[in-house]
Structures are given as C-alpha cells and as structure tokens.
C-alpha cells in the first residue's frame, strides 16, 4: 500500500494535567494518523515513583483511564487514529493494564496495547554515581532516593509501532521522540538520517507542548491578543517526508497560529540552539524558516541535526521532605507595612522559640513577591497577602511555620484575617547520564 | 530616540530546567531586532537583575527569527524542586526582561 504523503499528528495532551475537551475534538475532527498525549515533567515522574511505592498499581497518569475512555472509541471510529503517550510514568505495565481493562469496559476488542519498557534504571544508580548537576555524587545528596529514569528515544518505540499497536505507552522518553517515531515508522527515516531526524525533532519539539504553538501561554491583553482563549484548539502537525511540516489547528477552536506564537515556542526550554540534544539527534533548529500558509498555518522548514549523543540522559529523584506554604492577608491603609511586619514576627519566633534553621521565604503578595529578589523597588499596596514558605526534612519544623502564621490572627498585627496554611511533599530531581549499552528497552503487548 | 519598555518592541517566552532559565525575546518588527542584540545583553541583564540571576549568562542570537535566546545559569533559586518562590519555574522571568527600557530610534 502505497505511503501516504502527508502523516498528520496532532497532541493531545502537553503536560500531565492538560485539558481534556480539545483533545477529543482533535480526534473527532482531525483526521489523524496519530494523536501524542505527553504527560511527563521530571517532578511527574518523582511523584509517580512515589505513589507506585505506595501501591503498586498505581504510579501512571492520574487522567489515564478519562482520556481512554473519551479517545479510544472515537479513534477507532475515526479511522484507527494511533495513540502514543508517556502516560505511563512510573507503571507503564499498569498503565498498559488499565488502558486494557477501560477499552474491554467500552466493548473494545481486538484492541492492541504496548507498553513500552527500560526508563526505569532505579537498580542501576549507586551512591557512588556522579550527578551532573548539582555536581556530586548520589550518595553525597544525602536524602531518600526515590528511583532514576533513562530518557529513551525513538527507537525503543519504533517496534511497537511496527507491530501495529493501536495504543503505545511509555514512562520516560525525550518529549519530540513521541512524535518522532511515528513519522520514522511512517516516512521510513533511518536512524542515522541526521539531518531529517532533526527536523522531525523540530516538528516535535514545537508540538510537545500542545496549546502552546496555538496560542496558550502567549496572551498579554492589548499587546499579544489571543481570540477565543478559554476554547483554545490543540496543534495538528502536517508532516511531510522531508521533515518539514505545517503546524495548524481545527477550525472553530480559539487561539492563533503565526509566526510569533511558533518562534516562542520553537526556543521553549532549548538553551543552545544548534544542538538540542535528544537521544534520537543533536537536532539543530538554528535555520528554521517559518512562512505562514493560509490562516492559522504556519509552515515550517530548515531543521536539521547532527550525530545523537553519546550517553543519555537520567533523571535521579529524591525526597525533598515537606513545602509548608501559610497566608494571612492585610488591606486597606498601610496594609504592607503590617503585613511586613507580620513577617518578621514570623521570622523571629521560628528562630527563637522554635529553633528552626529551614530554608524560608517571605513574599509580601502584591507588593513584592516573585520578583522581588530582582528588583529593589516596588510600589506600596493595599492590599497585602503575607505568604511564609519553608521547605524542611522534619513535619514538626512545617507545622510550626503554619501554627506561626494563623497564631498571627490573635498575635501579629491589626487587621489579619483569610489564613490558609498546607503542607505538602515535596521532590528533588537531579540529572546524571548512562552509557547507552546499560540501558535495554522492550515492549510488552496487551490485545483486548 | 526614546526610551521605552521592551515589552513594546519585542515579546518574549520563559522555560526551565533544573536551576537554569531561558528566555527567548523577539523583535515584532524586524527593524528592531538592533535593539535588542544592542540592549538585552548578559551584562545589562547581570547589573539590573543580578540578585536574582545569579550565575552565567549566555546569549544565542537567531537572526533568521529577529531573535535571541537567553540562557541564565542559576537564574531559579535553585529551580522549581528547591525554590520557595511562588513562581518556581520563572514562567514569569520573561516579563521581568521584558519590562527593561531601552533606547529605540
């Protein structure tokens, strides 16, 4: 059967909590090859590590079994549209599992599921490994490991591609090797095809995000203008055997696609230009050309890529023990200064009646906070929420900081009221690399 | 020549990892792309920010898109793990380069 000539690959999902809606207006309206649900930050995956430990069928995306229940009858209906996600974080056999047992519920037969396997090199890290950042060993982090990931590529998804499985899972892979796989099986691109495998990287790249090369991320009212926010459509790729593409979106959705939105988005979290390095390329994205093709249909062209690195790279996670976070809020005349001053009795007692050495902040919410270690200046407000935050190894040292903060209503100064105090873990994620030959992938199959 | 906020010539997108941010910053109009390669430079960033960013700072110019990228080592507070600030990712840090004023013809 003769290839088609344009793959069409939209994203469903840019992180792990993403909409729903545009997602299976994409599959409904698409007319899709494939739809890309990326779903892993590198905190995701600590905290998937973590709810695996404590029970060990879970540690997948939480929205999982909603997203296949709402997807997979309308990409069966739709033409076989092929899922590829890494929703499977740090479970992908339950992943895979629940995916089976969602699509037997729906009546789904004859549905095949891959689960692809090898991320997770937990067993591999001694205390002995160096990481890369910050610069030490495992063991010289000196908290609770929680587990390590590879960022496979490509290739460790390409075989379960090319057994036809409908609906493929992942825990870590590089974010643009969801989308560079499915355009390898299809154009048949080699794995040493350097310079296609960095424009295909490039399309990827730019999508990985979903809304964000839509529109998302990118309003600034009267200077950036978006229409139709709140309905933002989610991106469709239309790729062509050269690795360039058009990145467009569905008719009637809200957002833009231009050149200003995709040039954001082709330099989102990439530092040098020229080698972004992934485990399938070194993709070089410094000679995109971007032309805009009709309304909201950005052409894009120009990327290329040079030999993949060595190593790849490996997220090590640990406990970061707890993020206390308390609030109290003042208004009206001279709300900064009381609630300056509520902050440093904050910070006097958790010193002095507490002993607590934790690392802290006190952010003054609408007269200085975010940017206030940058900027020396800033404006009085009238309206004032004093935030406390401490991150500690000790519960006790968090509930302190709490008690300090609501003790402030009878205690601090005139006029506290609205305290809201929570506690919550909190992670650690470091990077290290691995010699390929340490780490095998394999897949798994599951047929309904 | 005036002086004016960045935000008016230019616009801007901040991402992350680990303890390290970048922030891309392009020129609407092509002819303001001097500007900023004059203007947003490491040094300029270092001396009005220099609490917050605290570590190297490397430009990467793209003349192609009328545009730069900027890549701040120790920029987050120790990234969104560790950082206590509300905006542990620094989403925000390109509004914060984007409110620099600078001369424009």
Redesign the interface.
């Known amino acids: 059967m003769a290839k088609k000539d344009i793959y069409r690959i939209g994203t469903g999902a840019g992180f792990s909590s993403d909409r729903l809606d545009p997602a299976i207006d994409l599959v409904a309206r698409g007319n899709l090859d494939a739809i890309v649900f990326e779903c892993v930050g ?2 995701t995956l600590a905290f998937g590590h973590r709810d695996r430990q404590a029970n060990p069928d879970k540690g997948y995306n939480p929205m999982l079994e909603r997203r296949m229940r709402a997807i997979l009858p309308l990409c069966r209906e739709h033409g076989g549209t092929r899922v590829v996600t890494n929703m499977g974080v740090a479970n992908v056999e339950g992943a895979a599992e629940a995916t089976a047992a969602v699509a037997r519920d729906l009546g789904l037969s004859g549905l095949k599921i891959a689960a692809v396997l090898g991320d997770d090199v937990s067993e591999d890290i001694s205390a002995d490994d160096d990481l890369w ?2 610069g030490c060993t495992v063991g010289e982090v000196g908290r609770p490991f929680i587990g390590a990931n590879a960022y496979l590529g490509a290739d460790a998804i390409l075989p379960a591609l090319e057994a036809d499985a409908d609906v493929v899972i992942t825990g870590r892979v590089s974010d643009p090797s969801l989308f560079l796989a499915p355009l390898r099986q299809h154009f048949g691109w080699e794995e040493d095809a350097w310079p296609v495998l960095g424009a295909g990287t490039m399309v990827g790249h730019l999508m990985e995000c979903a809304a964000h090369v839509t529109g998302g ?2 309003a ?1 009212p009267g ?2 203008d978006v229409n139709d926010l709140a309905n933002v459509g989610f991106p469709i790729a239309e790729v062509t055997a050269d690795g360039s593409a058009v990145i467009t979106k569905l008719d009637g959705t809200g957002g833009r696609v231009d050149e ?1 939105v995709v ?12 080698r972004y390095l992934n485990p399938d390329v070194v993709a070089d994205f ?5 032309k805009q093709d009709g309304k909201d249909r950005i052409q894009i062209s120009g990327g290329s890529g040079t030999e993949r690195p060595e190593k790849l790279k490996v997220t090590v996670a640990f406990d ?1 023990g707890y ?1 206390a976070e308390a609030e109290v809020s003042y208004a009206g005349a001279n709300a900064t200064a009381r609630a300056r001053l509520a902050g440093d009795v904050v910070e006097e007692r958790l010193a002095r009646i507490h002993g607590s050495n934790a ?3 006190i ?1 003054l ?1 609408g007269a200085a ?3 206030a ?3 020396e200046d800033f404006d009085e407000s009238r309206d004032v929420r004093l ?1 406390c ?3 500690s190894q000790s519960r006790e040292d968090a509930e302190n900081l709490l008690w300090e903060v609501e003790s402030l209503l009878n205690c601090g100064p005139s006029g506290g009221g609205g305290y809201r105090g929570h506690i919550t873990p ?6 290290a690399f691995i010699e390929r030959d340490q780490v095998s992938s394999s897949v798994e199959f599951i047929e309904t | 020549m005036s002086r004016r906020p960045l935000r008016e010539i230019a616009h801007a997108r901040a991402g992350d990892k680990g303890n390290r941010s970048n922030v891309s910053v392009f020129a609407y109009e092509a002819e303001h792309y001097p500007v900023i390669l004059a203007e947003v430079t490491p040094a300029r960033l270092k001396q009005e920010f220099g609490n917050l960013l605290r570590g190297e700072i490397t430009r990467y110019e793209l003349p192609n898109l009328n545009g730069i990228n900027m890549v701040m080592d120790q920029a987050l507070e120790g990234g969104v793990n560790e950082s206590l600030n509300l905006d542990g990712h620094g989403k925000s840090w390109s509004s914060l380069i984007l409110s620099l004023e600078v001369e424009v013809p």
């Open positions: 590198e905190r950042e910050p991320y990118f600034d200077l950036k200003q040039k954001e988005q082709l330099l989102y979290e990439v530092h040098d230009p020229t410094s000679g995109a050309d971007l970061g993020l690392p802290r902040r952010d919410i906070s975010i940017h270690s940058a900027l935030r935050a401490m991150r909190s992670v650690m994620t470091y990077s």
